[in-house]
């Protein structure tokens, strides 16, 4: 019969504090056991697993999320189920999934992970491993913002940070659709990157000029929705600058500032709208009919090559080193770290 792990190497974050660094420092690789899969679990060998700014804010303890403490951080990867809890469903080991988990619990930093029905998705065998493991949160987080703003009925967004990984699949399904975006982002050569990507409507939230041509911009093409990252100012001008019936959908709050500037006049008499957008609670809404509907279009995109969204790359996680160091890396640069993998003597990662 073949034998199971039953400890896992795991990332775990003992305290919470709102100084990056010395929240990054506190963390240790442990082994730690974990508990059989129950039915309708699945245990899961993890591949890989995103540093998204939504596990920064985690380990900040600036996040909606707050779990019992020492916690194993991370909250979306890819990996291979390896046994099901209940061996009366169908033969589940071997398969591919990636997966989404806010639940009370571990997180995906670690090697082996007991999931939920529901949290997990099957994936395509083409899909690379770095696309599996970001497939839910900014993926689905860009489709259904994008699916609103479509419901809508508008012909134009505006979005800010345009130049992050939320922005450049809302970019992608725009596109895909013949929505026009007006793209908001703080550095010239944001600007200059993207015009050369082919985005025709691309302004510095810097510049002297940004109000005018915003509003310039947002009367020619009819924009109604915006979809806001940054908060602060920023979302309050939006909001003021666009036509009647307009809406801001707020999901980050980058700038770190409280919501400003908004003209009460513009909300009373013109019926404009701020409203928040959240993964998480989104996902209590959808069916898993739908999120599968919508994780097989979303594979069949990125398996074709149509999307070229701009993964993060592959990161070499060096078990061996003290874990804040490359996690304090990762997160500069924002990249994934993959799966480790401990041989004999040494340990080293493999970066898929
Ligand atoms: N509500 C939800 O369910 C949900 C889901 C997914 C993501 N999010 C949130 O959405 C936000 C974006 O996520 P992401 O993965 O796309 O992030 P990302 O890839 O890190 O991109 C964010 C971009 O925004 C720019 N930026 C940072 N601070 C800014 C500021 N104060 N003003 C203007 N631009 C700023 C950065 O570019 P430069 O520094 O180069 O200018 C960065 O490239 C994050 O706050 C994340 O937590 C929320």
């Excluded at 399904?173 to 982002?185: D, H, R, T, W, Y």
């Excluded at 404009?272 to 009919?289: C, E, H, I, P, Q």
């Excluded at 149509?306 to 993060?312: A, E, I, L, W």
Aim: proline residues 5%.
């Amino acid at each position: 019969m073949m034998e199971f792990p039953t400890t896992t190497k795991a990332l775990v974050i003992e305290a919470y504090n709102a100084n990056l660094v010395r929240a990054l420092r506190g963390m240790k690789i442990i082994e730690k056991p974990f508990s059989e899969p129950q039915p309708g679990e699945v245990l899961v060998k993890m591949d890989a697993s995103p540093v998204n700014p939504s596990d920064i804010a985690f380990l900040r303890g600036m996040y909606n999320v707050n779990k019992a403490l020492p916690a194993v951080p991370g909250f979306e990867g890819t990996g291979i189920i390896i046994k099901a809890g209940d061996e009366t469903s169908e033969n589940l080991s071997g398969r591919r999934v990636s997966f989404f988990t806010q639940d009370e619990g571990d997180g995906a930093w670690c090697e082996y992970l007991c999931l939920k029905a529901g949290n997990y998705i099957f994936i395509n065998d083409a899909l690379p491993v770095e696309q599996a493991a970001c497939l839910f949160i900014n993926p689905f987080t860009a489709y259904a913002m994008f699916d609103e703003a479509l419901k809508s009925g508008t012909k134009a967004i505006i979005q800010t940070a345009a130049n992050g990984q939320v922005g450049r699949f809302i970019r992608f399904f725009a596109c895909e659709n013949g929505i026009k975006v007006i793209n908001l982002v703080r550095k010239n050569e944001h600007v200059e990157a993207m015009k050369r990507e082919g985005e025709p409507f691309v302004l510095n939230l810097n510049d002297e000029d940004f109000y005018e041509n915003l509003k310039i911009l947002t009367s020619d093409l009819k924009a109604t929705v915006a979809i806001d990252a940054v908060g602060g100012e920023i979302t309050g001008k939006l909001l003021n600058v666009m036509p009647a019936g307009s809406q801001v959908i707020l999901y980050g709050g980058l700038s770190g500032a409280p919501v400003a500037m908004i003209d009460p006049l513009e909300v009373i008499f013109k019926n404009k709208v701020l409203r928040g957008f959240n993964l998480g609670d989104w996902m209590k809404t959808v069916s898993d009919a739908e999120v599968e509907r919508i994780s097989g279009y979303l594979q069949t995109l990125f398996i074709k090559k149509k999307s070229k969204p701009g993964f993060r790359h592959p990161f070499l996680w060096k078990t061996s080193m003290k874990a804040c160091v490359p996690i304090f890396q990762i997160c500069r640069q924002g990249r994934f770290f993959s799966g480790c993998e401990v041989s004999k003597g040494k340990k080293e990662a493999v970066s898929k």
